[in-house]
């Protein structure tokens, strides 16, 4: 019985402990995540100006309201299209390069290593501003350059389209250097005596690539496809805010600035708390397919 | 397992609310009386780098020199909007600073939610002496910044902005052109076709921020008003002209650029635009970077027509209850406006001063003027202020951004002036409805 009642309270003890050292990341969780999300959720059914001191209760207009809003779709397809850049820009050519540097590349690595993961550790308005100045399509170097063959530059931050384009590119500048560092790091994890009895073999580098690299990397893979999708849209933020504000006409917004704007800019916590719950609720869906149908197939080492 | 993770967030949850309400708490201080003098908050949004210690060296001064009353300087972060927030948060507690910034666009949420009292209420009831003060010192023009839609004098006005033509004269000059610049936005298409032709650069840039601010200047100088009696009314026969040329110049002429904000003024900077229309806020920054010879000139008038520029900026309002703090306020404000405070309160943010006298006096801003020409061009076009239009309601600032919506639209070349501005003047009155 005694014994019994020791290893009781001692576990007990223990569990204390753990949930003790639970409760700062509880706290810090709680107080950033929770509890806005269940705030945002409140908010969405009020028709509320972030001054006034009552809200009122309005149930579901503000969700109808934002998808009978032929701008929402607008900025749902620009958010896709920014999706899609990015896993270009920000997860398949750092793979690329990655794989390059480490199996094809003999000399310089560390340098192109330093290279192109500098300017991850730059803060990103500076480079928005940077790049403001460096794209300007009338007085920036790339105008002069472009200029001296004869090719005008596209005002971009007023073309639909180019503009995305322009955007994705000054975010990628940013996040790519992180995804190819992460990368670099699994390529180079994966087994050399492999990839030297292939070369012996004499397989080609492609499909060295894509059936050895590529499927031994595959559990960093995913993981660099995710926080492509999600931080890429985080990031992209910046370079809209600062050179953009969504324009023109919302061609360069995404879900994300999109519901800043309506709350910060418009004041229309209940549209704008709508549109996150939303979008939430579409990035959910994504994952859940994600889960069921890629990571099925992910080969995980350990 | 489980419950005991819920049960840790809700107490987690529990403390970190618990702990925002007893923040909230602990920061009301009791400011009624400090010795015999009368204490009072005076709230603002100048930070440090927008004329924050400017408003420091005010206080201080004044303070020094006031036997009756210790002014107490409470800076309010996020611009007016964030002030006003305070100002609920305050008021909710059951209290109130004395005197206040606000912003223009915020000139009607004010006076509608807000306890204040009109200066010219406080100087009939305890200052007989300045009863003139304002009537003597102000503008009308001006001082009609500061009524609400109901007509009442609801503040003073103290910090003012007003849209400047800059000009790069030594490419007018390479152009051939009048270094002085063009008087009428007819004269500003003629220039800036001539300066493409002969320099290969753009003519013109006219500021595109998110506001109709400038946008304003240009219709209502043409005779155009944004709105007349509750309805916007922009897309009458001289609103569309007014929009045609800036239109026609970027679409039609190709000598006039359609770019954000900072990238426009950055072209003019580096020389390859010959003239930009933005505030006179962006003075210092251009004339810091420039390497050419650059002047100010006043706004561009439609021919035969008179200007009418809005003002940016914002006013001073009483929310003091009690009669003492009330009077100390009016002290305090009159401090602010007198010629010495308004010429330093200039210097150091850049701002154009409400009040008369200020620009000519040896105590004022004479000799800063003089070194600053570019200051006189804004300076000079006092008398053609206008209000700020904010569109009414709660769906006002929906309405201004379906019109900056359109102006991307329009300066795209995606739809016709007159079909765009058509259709956006029946989409706002549908919402101001």
Same mark, same amino acid.
């Given at each position: 019985m005694h014994a019994v009642k020791a290893t009781n309270k001692r576990m007990s003890k223990e569990q204390w402990l753990a949930y003790g050292l639970l409760i700062p990341t509880l706290l810090i969780f709680a107080l950033f995540m929770f509890w806005p999300f269940v705030y945002t959720i409140y908010l969405s059914f009020f028709d509320w100006n972030? %001054?006034? @001191?009552t809200k009122e209760f309005v149930g579901f207009q503000n969700y109808i309201d934002v998808l009978s809003d032929p701008n929402t779709y607008k900025v749902f397809g620009n958010t896709f299209l920014y999706i899609v850049l990015l896993l270009i820009i920000n997860c398949s050519i750092p793979y690329v390069f990655a794989f390059i540097l480490d199996l =094809?590349?003999?000399?310089y690595k560390n340098f192109y290593k330093g290279a192109m993961f500098? @300017?991850? =550790?730059?803060s990103l308005v500076v480079g928005s501003i940077l790049f403001t100045w460096i794209l300007? @399509? %009338?007085?920036g170097p790339v105008a002069i350059i472009l200029d001296w063959f004869g090719v005008e530059m596209p005002?971009?931050?007023?073309m639909d389209g180019w503009v995305i384009v322009v955007l994705s590119l000054i975010t990628s500048w940013k996040v790519f250097g992180y995804n190819f560092i992460v990368l670099y790091a699994s390529i180079n994890g994966i087994s050399r005596e492999i990839i030297e009895a292939a070369k012996l073999d004499r397989v080609p580098l492609w499909k060295i690539f894509f059936h050895i690299v590529l499927p031994m990397s595959g559990a960093t893979g995913i993981y660099v496809l995710i926080i492509t999708i999600v931080q890429g849209l985080q990031y992209v933020f910046t370079p809209i805010k600062v050179?953009?504000?969504?324009?023109p006409n919302y061609a360069s917004a995404n879900a994300i600035y999109h519901a800043y704007h309506e709350a910060f =800019?418009?004041?229309?916590t209940g549209h704008s708390a709508a549109l996150s719950i939303l979008t939430m609720a579409i990035f959910i869906t994504l994952l859940i397919l994600e889960f069921k149908f890629v990571e099925r197939g992910v080969h995980y080492e350990n | 397992m489980k419950s005991f993770l819920k049960l840790f967030s809700l107490i987690s949850l529990a403390f970190v609310l618990t702990a925002c309400g007893n923040s909230s708490d602990s &920061? *009301? /201080? *009791? +400011?009624? +009386? /400090?010795g015999e003098k009368t204490v009072i908050e005076y709230w603002h949004v100048n930070a440090e780098t927008q004329g924050g210690k400017t408003v420091e060296e005010l206080v201080k001064a004044f303070n020094e020199q006031s036997e009756t009353t210790e002014v107490v300087a409470k800076y309010n972060p996020d611009m007016y909007k964030g002030l006003m927030q305070n100002l609920q948060a305050e008021a909710a507690a059951g209290k109130s600073p004395a005197v206040v910034q606000v912003g223009w666009s915020f000139l009607d949420y004010f006076s509608n939610n807000f306890s204040y009292i009109s200066p010219q209420e406080v100087i009939d009831q305890h200052f007989k002496d300045d009863s003139t003060f304002i009537k003597d010192n102000f503008l009308e023009n001006v001082m009609d910044l500061a009524k609400n839609s109901e007509g009442t004098q609801v503040g003073i006005p103290y910090s003012l902005s007003t849209p400047v033509l800059y000009i790069n004269r030594s490419l007018l000059k390479e152009a051939g052109?009048?270094?002085?610049?063009?008087?009428t936005w007819q004269e500003v298409q003629e220039f800036s076709k001539v300066i493409k032709e002969k320099t290969? /650069?753009?003519g013109f840039y006219m500021q595109e921020p998110a506001d109709n601010w400038a946008t304003q200047a240009l219709l209502e100088s043409n005779?155009?008003?944004?709105?007349t009696d509750g309805k916007? &009314?922009?897309? +009458?026969k001289d609103g569309i002209e007014a929009y045609q040329l800036l239109a026609d110049m970027i679409? /039609? *002429?190709? &000598?006039a650029l359609h770019l954000p904000w900072d990238q426009g003024v950055q072209s003019f900077i580096d020389g390859n635009v010959a003239m930009a229309y933005t505030t006179i806020a962006r003075r210092s920054q251009i004339q810091q970077n420039v390497k050419f010879d650059v002047a100010a000139v006043k706004s561009p008038a439609w021919e035969g027509k008179e200007v009418r520029l809005p003002a940016g900026g914002a006013m001073l309002a009483i929310t003091a209850q009690e009669e003492k703090q009330q009077k100390s306020a009016w002290e305090f404000m009159k401090y602010l406006y007198s010629v010495e405070s308004m010429a330093k309160w200039t210097e150091g943010t850049g701002y154009v001063p409400p009040r008369k006298d200020v620009a000519e006096a040896e105590n004022g801003l004479k000799a800063y003027l003089e070194e600053n020409e570019m200051m006189k061009a804004a300076v000079e076009q006092m008398d053609g202020v206008v209000p700020w239009t904010s569109f009414p309601g709660d769906a006002g600032l929906q309405a201004e951004q379906l019109l900056l919506d359109t102006r991307d639209e329009i300066l795209g070349g995606k739809v016709s002036v007159d079909e765009g501005l058509k259709s956006t003047e029946e989409e706002i009155n549908q919402l101001l409805k």
């Open positions: 972030m %001054v006034k @001191p =094809v590349l003999k000399r500098l @300017p991850s =550790v730059i300007n @399509p %009338v007085s005002i971009w931050s007023k050179i953009t504000q969504g324009g =800019v418009l004041y229309r | &920061t *009301d /201080k *009791d +400011s009624s +009386s /400090k052109l009048n270094e002085n610049g063009p008087q290969g /650069k753009h005779g155009a008003r944004m709105l916007a &009314t922009f897309a +009458s679409n /039609k *002429d190709k &000598t």
